[in-house]
């Protein structure tokens, strides 16, 4: 069902685990597949985010589609990792198979939830 690159990040997924001293962190779930998500970042003060990582208890394509997404916003602002969508993550992983877009989507939210924790919780 999936192509070499998913398998091969599957395999191999690089920011697995949680961030020590986060200062974000977002958790989603799809209802329909009952799949969770869990990304943890450090932000600096100028909003650039120094670490991410993931945690999937999920299926292949949302353990590839998170340890993509997190690589891609390492080293980016706040705005740039919003502006990432999980058509880039898909791209990414040279395509998903239809049934599995959602899991992309779930990384894309989960990057959401993460940032507006942050903003929620940061002290000014
Ligand atoms: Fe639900 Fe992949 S099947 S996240």
Redesign the pocket.
Known sequence: MYNEKVMEVFKNPQHMGEVENYNAIGTVG?E??G?IMRITMRINPDGVIEDAKFKTF??A??VASSSTATGMIIGKTIDEALKITNKQVITELEGLPPQ?I??SV?AEDAIRAAIDYYEKNKKN
Do not use: E, T
């Open positions: 799809n329909v597949c799949d999920g299926c394509a949302a599995k959602h899991c779930l």
